[in-house]
């Protein structure tokens, strides 16, 4: 089992900046592909970004791509989501996860495919 917890959410006005943090705890973090996804009331979770184990390939989805930007600590256990120039439509739940990387060599993009999910952390943005 993999224990997985976010931070760093909050209400933030409209071009301002927030960093995710999701703290890993119970397995070897550094053989999990992660992902960060959100949903927001009404609407189905979807994917913001991934990051390969090693943290060498990393993927943004389109409408945050050139915003937000996912990183890795495997030394500290922790996976980032650094969220710049922020829009109200960013407002959801965020939520990481996580799927190790033996059972597939890609980061995954699909919520299905990840195993091990945190409760997530609320960020909200004002206009």
């Known amino acids: 089992q993999v224990q997985l917890v976010e931070s760093g959410g909050g209400l933030v006005q409209a071009g301002g900046s927030l960093r995710l943090s999701c703290a890993a705890s119970?397995?070897?973090?550094?053989?999990?592909?992660m992902g960060w996804f959100r949903q927001a009331p009404g609407k189905e979770r979807e994917f913001v970004a991934g990051i390969s184990w090693r943290g060498d390939r990393t993927y943004t989805a389109d409408p945050v791509k050139g915003r937000f930007t996912i990183s890795r600590d495997n030394a500290k256990n922790t996976l980032y989501l650094q969220m710049n120039s922020l829009k109200p439509e960013d407002t959801a739940l965020y939520y990481c996860?996580?799927?190790?990387?033996?059972?597939?060599?890609?980061?995954?993009?699909?919520?299905?495919?990840?195993?091990?999910w945190g409760q997530g952390t609320q960020v909200t943005v004002s206009s």
């Open positions: 119970g397995r070897t973090f550094s053989d999990y592909h």
């Open positions: 996860a996580g799927r190790h990387a033996a059972i597939t060599a890609w980061v995954p993009v699909a919520s299905r495919d990840y195993d091990y």
